[in-house]
């Protein structure tokens, strides 16, 4: 049972070896030339030329743009899964790959995550008589809410697979590493938007009418405290305010305000009971005050709870790949990922790719994101 897997991964190390500056060349090509979520034809009909020039036949996602490919035959299926789409970002740096699109960015990895899933792919389909079917997804998207993930579960493209995997640049690990983490590995992300109203007033009299200032402060502060007794810790769960906005004048109540924020939650469970605990503490915290309120809250993404099984399978082949000084434990992070849609129907595992090359790390979305491109063969193989 163990001679054919041996062969085969010496076949795909010596496929990602001779193929490094054919796998920097499409990175770079997907690099220069950024596409935004759902509107990635560009994208879509270059990675699929590459495939057909393999001798495989990709298939259009339902949605317009992403591939769908199968490599071998019969059972298990496993998918491998990239996102293609990119950031509305103006790419910052000075390099003969920067991005040829004003204001579009590749900014979080998304061209090597493409690049590697496509180097899968075109290894596995030079070697004769795989053990099962690996099924290749280029996803339009993920940088949307809820994500590009939501369409692929929907078509069905999933169905019939064990298990999938994916991958994503990290800059906080070097490029030869991988990063593993079972369980919650990224954390689902939600908006909420709380719109406050009262009858507005003279500062110099608030006890005449609703202090909507104060009603605010009261949201702002109250609110993540109250979070803290009324979700288990272990759950993750946080509420983080981006923007509150609210009158003109120094001596005037107004008559609105506005809070805008995030709600994160590492517990898929938890996650599922958030709406309806969040819509609950605003209201008894602005009946306090006398403030109309209204919320808005718009369901984002899950989170990525990676599988033990599936995470097994990638440690080992994590240390076939790169050994044991290369595997690093990963920490959870409070990031998004449309991936975690994936876990509705079959598990799922998320590995990190090392992307530093030395110096200062170049973090994700910010225009001057840029990797390591060794890391692309480690991703492949």
Known sequence: MTEFPEKLGTAVDDWAGDRHSQLVAVRRHLHAHPELAFAEFETTSFLEQQLRNAGLTPKRLPTGTGLVVE????????????????????????????????????????????????????????????????????????????????????????????????????????????????????????????????????????????????????????????????VDPRAGMSLVWGAVNAGVAANAIPQRGLLRGTVRVLDRDTWHEAETLLRSLVERVAATTGAEVEVDYIRGVPPVVNDPRSVALLRAATLETVGQDGLRLSPQSMGGEDFGWFADVLPIALARLGTHGGGAPLDLHRGTFDVDERAIGVGVR
């Open 71 to 230: 490599v071998g035959s019969g059972d298990p299926v496993v998918v491998l899964r990239a996102d293609i789409d990119a950031l509305p970002l103006a790419d910052l740096k000075d390099v003969p790959y920067a991005s040829t699109r004003e204001g579009m960015c590749h900014a979080c990895g998304h061209d090597v995550h493409s690049t590697v899933v496509l180097g899968a792919a075109l290894a596995l389909a030079t070697l004769d008589d795989l053990p099962g079917t690996v099924r290749c997804v280029f996803q339009p998207a993920e940088e949307t809410v809820p994500g590009g993930a939501t369409e692929v579960v929907a078509s069905g493209v999933l169905d019939g697979a064990s298990r999938a995997f994916a991958l994503h640049c990290d800059p906080s690990l070097p490029a030869g590493s991988v990063g593993l983490r079972t369980g919650a590995i990224t954390a689902a992300c939600d908006r909420m938007d709380v719109t406050l109203t009262g009858p507005g007033g003279h500062t110099a009299r608030p006890q005449l009418t609703v202090d909507l200032v104060d009603a605010l402060g009261r949201l702002i502060t109250d609110l993540p405290a109250l979070l803290s007794r009324q």
